[in-house]
């Protein structure tokens, strides 16, 4: 065998085997416990998901898969953590708007949420709920607007922290509406629910998942939704659009994520076992039961998803002029 076709052999040889030691690398995925970073308080839709997916994961996987809750700054504590942390996908962000389409906002970011975290698969999608402090005056969306107006700046909203699904869909109907709503930023979903039940805030644009049972309990008073279409679990609420601000849509998505780097076959399988963890009976049917819809899908799904959603939130923010230290 001359020196070339010597050469080509050891190449092609070489090649076999990093293709190989790949392969067996993402079939020996996981070999240690994997951790889930919730970047906010546990109790909120976040929390919520996260740990369907880990209770499908870890039997799968026959290793823990253990939530860790990291809220602060708006969820870039958790992001930041994650994005700091090796690439190995042994670590996972529960990502959101904050993450994934809201980071325009962050002027002293210690990392790039756009480049150094990397979605492996789309979790849900979920439409909000505005709802209001049973001492606030309106019932109706057009009634809520009008004393919006008639009370500028008077009318505090909490949210679940800068960037959040919460604050996002406020702050674009605040900009189609062209009310002045005071923005109460919390470290996630649930101690700012708490603040609206105490009446410290008057209102909240909340995921339906989680302001159901308030509202049920007659704790809290809805006036519309946020999604394109009306909700299974709030039939006979409006949607925002349809109630009087035409164009009106805020759907929030949820990704996992991971560091950059993570080696494609790891990236595969993550999505694939996610995807698998989806589709399952129980997980579809608590979905449902929370008013949440389950994506998953490919790589590339996840990936055209989060830069189209972060292409639209960059208008709202700029338009807005919302800038966060």
């Given at each position: 065998m001359n020196t070339r076709r010597l050469c080509l052999a050891l190449l092609a040889a070489a090649g076999l085997g990093l293709a190989g030691a790949a392969a067996a690398q993402a079939e020996a995925f996981p070999s240690k416990p994997v951790r889930i970073i919730v970047p906010y308080a546990a109790g909120g839709i976040a929390d919520i998901l996260a740990r369907?997916?880990?209770d499908r994961l870890a039997p799968a996987w026959r290793q823990p898969v253990?939530?860790?809750?990291r809220p602060g700054a708006g969820g870039h504590l958790g992001g930041e953590l994650v994005a700091k942390s090796p690439a190995d996908g042994y670590t996972l962000v529960l990502a959101t708007i904050a993450h994934n389409g809201a980071f325009a906002m962050y002027k002293g970011l210690k990392y790039d949420p756009a480049t150094d975290l990397v979605p492996v698969s789309l979790i849900a999608e979920s439409a909000?709920?505005?709802?209001?402090h049973p001492s606030v005056q309106a019932r109706t969306l057009p009634e809520f607007i009008?004393?919006?107006k008639a009370q500028p700046?008077?009318?505090?909203?909490a949210s679940a922290g800068n960037g959040s699904a919460i604050h996002m869909?406020?702050?674009?109907?605040?900009?189609?509406?062209g009310t002045d709503l005071l923005h109460v930023p919390y470290k996630g979903s649930a101690p700012a629910m708490a603040d609206l039940l105490g009446g410290q805030v008057?209102?909240?644009f909340e995921n339906i998942a989680t302001a159901l049972p308030q509202i049920q309990a007659g704790k809290v008073r809805a006036i519309a939704v946020t999604g394109r279409a009306r909700n299974a679990s709030l039939p006979d609420l409006p949607t925002i659009a349809e109630a009087g601000v035409p164009g009106y849509a805020a759907e929030p998505w949820y990704t996992l994520s991971v560091p950059r780097g993570v080696p494609p076959e790891v990236m595969r399988k993550l999505n694939a076992d996610i995807a698998a963890a989806l589709r399952t009976p129980e997980v579809v049917q608590r979905f449902e039961a929370l008013g949440v819809t389950p994506l998953g899908g490919s790589l590339d799904d996840a990936a055209r998803r989060n830069a189209q959603e972060a292409e639209r939130w960059t208008r709202v923010i700029q338009a807005a002029r919302i800038t966060v230290d």
């Open positions: 369907q997916v880990a253990v939530i860790e809750n909000g709920v505005l709802i209001v009008a004393l919006a700046g008077k009318l505090n909203y869909a406020t702050e674009l109907f605040k900009h189609m509406t008057q209102l909240m």
